[in-house]
């Protein structure tokens, strides 16, 4: 009988904090941001200056990815959250507002590494950005179709990093 009247006090203090499901979803995707952030912050304090060392594309490839998260079940619920912005408009007001927190959070550390490999953009850096994260998601929702998805980012994210860069 304690058990369910705990059960009842937890569900009454989450309905009290969350009232609709994209409520909870968008609660949890500021806290995956939140992580992203910190690892990118973390990535780029570890990433040595262009003096230091020159990186090879594999290495900038390798950073890219540590910088992501590889989590299927989270790129499934944000893929079906994607697929519900199609129709309501505040749901992909938020999905965009978050996309560019990432990007702006992303952008600094891939332009380094480029840097340290002695690439550039084609594009913008802000076009090149969402270029790699869009290569990363579409990879990561893939992922239940390849026997080893981790190499099939890998090599997306390598096809994303040559196609869209040029050596200066």
Known sequence: MAGRAAAYA??????????????VFFALYEQRNAEVQQRLEALAADTPSPEQARYSLESVVATMLRALLVD??????RTSFAAQAQHRPEVASVLREHAEQLRWHL???LMHALELTGRRPLDSPEDFTRAVITAHLGAMTQSPLHDDP???REAVVRGIVLGLTTDE
Not at 10 to 23: C, I, M, P, Q
């Open 10 to 23: 937890f569900r009454g203090a989450f309905y009290s904090n969350f009232k609709t499901v994209d409520d």
């Open 150 to 152: 981790e190499t099939v």
């Open 107 to 109: 952008q600094p550390l």
């Open 72 to 77: 299927p079940q989270w790129v499934a619920t």
